[in-house]
């Protein structure tokens, strides 16, 4: 028997600025909410901590244009994800937020303790300013012209349309983005935190950690390789983390989200520290592809750099998007299925079963097809596992009133419970490697064996009592071995 160890599951937060979608479900909140399961199934102490990520730029632009505050609108939809992950069944311990007290003070701390250790330094910058409104604008308050590919309409720090990010003063015929005055660039003062002193360091972790997906430990090898550019870690905003004795000076959304995981387990327990520091616990993030950056450089180096013994993360599973029959999903040409929808129409329990069966540990992408999950569902879920269970409980309850006894298995029963034993082994070792798809199919496996075996003994046509009584509780025990 293993020894019991805590274990800190964390899904990659929620951005409060739009719909939860069946994308979001698979790649991070679903397989984490497994992982919560089995650890906890395992008894190992398990906590699954989440929150709303409710600061940075996109969130008070997109607040400002619908003619709300900031906090009104990352209320609305923290309430909403709540409510979705709720009917979903996921098990969070907590479903936290950013702008909490607990996460003020966590974010503060780390930029003290940062500061004091000589990995935060003030640099002047130019930013774009807005002399009509007498304000900093910073990232998608300017809009422009791309000037790698032409494209017009294109925020000031990414285009959309060619995907290349974009430094301050780049853009072509820059633009207000609220009031369409040509911005000035103006000097002004930022924090930086020195993620390049830490190469080294991480390095040596990425490439000790047996846990690490070795694609993605090859992809984060290389960006250290081409060099880590220290961060920018604040916005001269008002909506977010105040940066200590600085006016009009917030933390960039990137500096206090991943505190957050911190912020809320403190929010949870007085024991957070256990979780967070003791020998015996591991921390494991899931995260979609696209933030495996700030996953497996920027946050880990924060915690090396505060130097108060945290734990680093002991694995980050990273999958990949989600299609939707074999297209992008795309919020602006509406082909994408929200959370909401979903909900509205089907079980969620059919969702979590074709996700989890479309999603190897993997940062590659999938597909959802409606055709698919129907055939999926149907044909497996329902006919193989749900058949199974119902045909058994009900042989039982016609048949043996409902009643069963122990007894000695025949040489059949004990065949195919010893197969059964065998199978769970090899399902708990998946488990343990984050392979839930691999995992689930050998139970749908398994349950078509014993499918099997009670329709090659007939119990419903036998008339010796002793014989039928005998394959139900061998059944009944291949079932229960199965759901566990
Ligand atoms: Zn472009
Ligand atoms: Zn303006």
Excluded at 17 to 23: A, D, Q, S, Y
Excluded at 80 to 85: A, I, N, T, V
Aim: charged share 30%; glycine share 6%.
């Amino acid at each position: 028997m293993q020894a019991k160890t805590k274990v800190l599951i964390t899904a990659a937060l929620p951005y409060a600025n739009g719909p939860l979608h069946l994308g979001h479900i698979r790649s991070t909140y679903l397989p984490a909410d497994i992982c919560a399961r089995y650890n906890r199934l395992k008894e190992n102490e398990t906590l699954y901590i989440c929150a709303t990520d409710e600061h940075g730029t996109p969130i008070v632009f997109n607040a400002e244009k619908e003619g709300k505050t900031p906090k009104q609108l990352v209320d609305y939809y923290h309430e909403k994800d709540k409510r979705e992950f709720e009917a979903l069944g996921f098990s969070m311990d907590i479903f936290h937020r950013t702008s909490s007290k607990e996460n003020f003070q966590m974010t503060q701390h780390f930029f003290s303790r940062l500061k004091e250790n000589n990995y935060i330094y003030k640099k002047s910058v130019e930013q774009y300013y807005c002399p009509k409104e007498n304000r900093f604008l910073p990232d998608r308050y300017v809009k422009g012209t791309c000037p790698h590919c032409g494209a017009e309409d294109q925020y000031s720090d990414q285009c959309e349309s060619c995907g290349r990010t974009l430094k301050p003063g780049e853009i072509q015929n820059p633009r207000c983005a609220i009031c369409k005055t040509p911005p000035i660039l103006k000097e002004t003062e930022h924090y930086f935190f020195s993620l390049s002193k830490f190469s080294g360091k991480l390095e040596e972790w990425i490439k000790s950690n047996p846990g690490f997906q070795e694609e993605v430990k090859n992809f984060v090898l290389n960006w250290i390789k081409e060099g880590l550019r220290d961060w920018d870690i604040t916005r001269n905003l008002e909506w977010g983390v105040p940066v200590p004795n600085e006016k009009g000076l917030v933390f960039y959304v990137w500096f206090d989200a991943p505190i957050g995981y911190i912020s809320s387990t403190v929010a949870l327990t007085k024991r957070w520290q256990e979780f967070w520091k003791s020998k015996d616990a591991r921390v494991i993030h899931f995260i979609g592809k696209d933030i495996v950056y700030h996953h497996y450089l920027f946050w880990p180096a924060m915690l090396m750099g505060t130097d108060d013994g945290f734990n680093l993360p002991s694995a980050i599973p990273v999958r990949g998007y989600l299609n939707l029959e074999q297209k992008k999903f795309s919020k602006s040409r509406g082909w994408y299925i929200t959370l909401e929808d979903y909900l509205r129409i089907f079980h969620p329990d059919f969702l979590r079963y074709y996700e989890t069966v479309i999603t190897p540990h993997a940062p590659s992408d999938a597909s959802f097809s409606l055709e698919e999950f129907k055939e999926r569902v149907n044909n497996e879920l329902v006919a193989n596992f749900a058949n199974l269970a119902f045909r058994v409980l009900s042989l039982i309850d016609k048949k043996l009133d409902g009643k069963i006894e122990g007894c000695e298995f025949d040489s059949e029963g004990k065949a195919l419970i010893q197969k059964i034993i065998d199978g769970s082994r090899e399902i708990d070792g998946l488990f343990e490697k984050y392979e839930y798809k691999s995992a689930l199919e050998k139970t749908m496996h398994l349950s078509s064996e014993v499918n099997r075996y009670i329709s090659e003994k007939e119990p419903w046509k036998e008339t010796d009592h002793e014989k039928i009584k005998r394959t139900l509780y061998t059944s009944l025990n291949a079932l229960f071995y199965i759901s566990i």
